[in-house]
């Protein structure tokens, strides 16, 4: 049995309660962090090797040493705007377990100096940001929240805000721009958030897994998070599997767990026993991959050697059924939507992917139109103010790549190759 | 007559206000306190978010267009907002668009002539483990088929659904 620290609610189901959270030993990472010097905690939390939970995997402890030191307002915002399509792990976390959040958050404000918090959680989780309100009123009654907590000296503020609908406020300065009232539109990075963040005042973002890692790290220290997984991607991981399995869910398990082992004994295997034809491991930005990479480990570092990336850890499974034009025109029509307009190579280039797609999945494809996928998704890469052009390339090119005889198919055959599938569109 | 935010109103803006630095970054909040008040946000919502704001209209006007949840215009007493993207579509949201289509006699982006309900596709909820999804008003309904989508508007019809 693999080690439970985010899905508390698994061992205590009313752990959303504080009282039930702190019998569990709740609150004593934040005991404990009151009693360290705030860069002892940043030392601890880059020992840890804890990287970011939210998509790029990006040591939390270094981020944080970016904070600049000493006086004047600085703020930590927590990004829970949860949009990547196929993730559904920080709702859990928020709804089941709200405390863990909150603990980390305000170790996180106490190590980087911010006395003011964020929880930047999409609009659509309104019934989310009620519980974890109600869980932030009871931490502010017990003294965890508010001005001298627990006799420390210091002050932490904490607010829920919530998004409107729009999946580039997930990007860290797109949210910035969106927590301030404005448009979600990401911003050129220079200047980085921790120099000029939300207000214009230094600020860190981080993912809501990778806070409530935090508490448990100070707690127990970081040689307990480092016994869990492999070498530089270690601790727990949620991961989110959804798509062709018996039994969709999220499953907490150190990092590294095979791909066979996520989808096959925790997920319970495909959907009436059929063939596995696609996965893609971490939300729909990550390349997809095929059946002869279930024995990957799934972590930071061994996706990315196979071409994919962990991304959010969200697990979309296809079985033999899926079309594969259906599936990533589907997609293409998704980064198309989401594409804030400022680049033209982004606004452009998303909308077009997704018009040529259309048509060959509407059978009008013509000779040619794989290459010119291609042609644009190169012109795409690397060439936008914000990672969401990379992201539908990403999701794109390797799946017409890999079934590149499929979409063929299409256009030649004016017909689908699989058949009884699963009507998309 | 012109829209306006009552006592009760302003006491609640104020404790919104009180969350933030300055009034810019109450737009969004703002704006969610006026739909749920006046039902969508028109022109005249804008404008009163604005003046309560004291922030330039174009600027509210510009977030109110950026995001998808704020109504620009008016939707029915139940919101049908049906998740079509990837993880829903792979366990036949489609069929519940068909279904809801044939139910209501409308096609997404309508409004149901006495009302009762707007339907709309939308992009992934994040509730992709317990697909297919629909979000009616703020409540999240899963794991749904065609027979629990016409039971669904039943009860909604019937009135027996708090959302
Ligand atoms: C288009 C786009 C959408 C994103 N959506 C999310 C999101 O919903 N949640 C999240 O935590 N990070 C998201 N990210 C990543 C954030 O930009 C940022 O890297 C992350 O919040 C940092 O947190 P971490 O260091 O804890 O991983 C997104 C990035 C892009 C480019
Ligand atoms: S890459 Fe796309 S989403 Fe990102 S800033 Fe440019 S246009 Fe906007
Ligand atoms: S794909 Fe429908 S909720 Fe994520």
Not at chain 1, 32 to 51: C, G, H, W, Y
Not at chain 1, 362 to 388: A, F, N, Q, V, Y
Request: with cysteine; charged share 25%.
């Amino acid at each position: 049995m693999s080690e439970i620290v985010l899905f508390k609610h698994l061992i205590d189901p009313e752990v959303r309660n504080i009282e039930n959270y702190i019998k569990l030993g709740g609150y004593e990472g934040l005991k404990k962090a009151f009693t360290m010097q705030p860069d002892d905690i940043i030392e601890e939390v880059k020992r840890s090797n804890l990287r970011g939970r939210g998509g790029a995997g990006f040591p939390t402890g270094l981020k944080w040493s970016f904070m600049p030191k000493g006086e004047g307002q600085k703020y930590f915002v927590c990004n829970a705007d949860e949009g990547e399509p196929g993730t559904f792990k920080d709702r859990y976390i928020m709804s089941e377990n709200p405390h863990q959040l909150i603990e980390g958050m305000v170790i996180g404000g106490y190590a980087m100096g911010a006395t003011v918090g964020y929880i930047y959680i999409r609009g659509e989780f309104e019934f989310v940001a009620k519980i974890l309100q109600k869980a932030i009123d009871e931490a502010y009654e017990k003294g965890f929240l508010g001005k001298n907590i627990l006799n420390s000296g210091f002050d932490f503020d904490l607010y829920v805000h919530l998004g409107a609908g729009a999946y580039v406020c997930g990007e860290e300065t797109g949210l910035i721009n969106s927590l301030e009232g404005k448009p979600g539109q990401p911003r050129l990075k220079p200047p980085f958030p921790a120099q000029y963040g939300v207000f214009g005042k230094p600020t860190t973002v981080n993912n809501v897994e990778t806070i409530a890692c935090v508490p448990d790290i100070i707690k127990k220290g970081a040689d307990w998070f480092l016994s869990i997984g492999p070498e530089k991607n270690n601790g727990t991981k949620i991961y989110a599997v959804s798509g062709h399995v018996n039994n969709p869910g999220v499953f907490e398990l150190p990092m590294g767990t095979p791909l066979r082992e996520i989808i096959y004994e925790h997920a319970g295997g495909i959907v009436g026993g059929k063939k596995l034809k696609a996965v893609i491991p971490g939300g729909s930005s990550a390349p997809v991959l095929g059946p002869e990479h279930l024995d990957i480990p799934m972590d930071f570092d061994s996706l990315k050697k196979v071409g994919s990336m962990l991304g959010s850890g969200a697990i979309i499974v296809m079985s033999e059924d899926t079309c594969m034009v259906e599936a990533f025109t589907r997609l293409a029509k998704f980064y198309a939507h989401e594409s804030c307009g400022q680049c033209t190579p982004c606004r452009e280039g998303t909308a077009w992917l997704y018009k040529i797609l259309k048509r060959i999945e509407d059978r009008e494809g013509k000779k040619g139109d794989i290459d010119l996928i291609l042609d644009i998704c190169g012109k795409i890469m690397g060439r936008t103010i914000c990672p969401l052009g990379d992201a539908a390339v990403m999701c794109i090119k390797p799946a017409v790549e890999r079934f590149r005889d499929e979409f063929e198919y299409h256009i030649e055959h004016k017909k689908c190759m699989v058949e009884n599938k699963i009507p998309i569109f | 007559m012109a829209l306006r935010f009552d006592e009760n109103d302003v006491k609640k803006l104020e404790e919104i206000r009180a969350k933030y630095p300055n009034n810019q970054a109450c737009t969004l909040p703002f704006l969610h306190y006026a739909q749920d008040k006046f039902g969508y946000v028109s022109m005249d919502v804008i404008k009163l978010v604005a003046q309560t704001l004291n922030l330039p209209v174009a600027h509210v006007l510009s977030v109110a267009t950026f995001y998808t949840m704020y109504n620009k215009k008016p939707v029915g007493k139940y919101h049908l907002q049906v998740c079509t993207n990837i993880s829903c579509s792979l366990l036949g949201a489609r069929r519940l668009v068909d279904k809801l289509q044939e139910l209501l006699g409308i096609k997404p982006g309508e409004t149901t002539e006495d009302g009762m309900f707007t339907l709309t596709e939308v992009e992934c909820l994040g509730s992709c483990g317990t697909a297919p999804v629909i979000q009616v008003n703020d409540k999240y309904f899963e794991n749904l088929d065609e027979k629990k989508v016409e039971e669904l508007i039943e009860s909604l019809r019937k009135g027996e659904l708090d959302v």
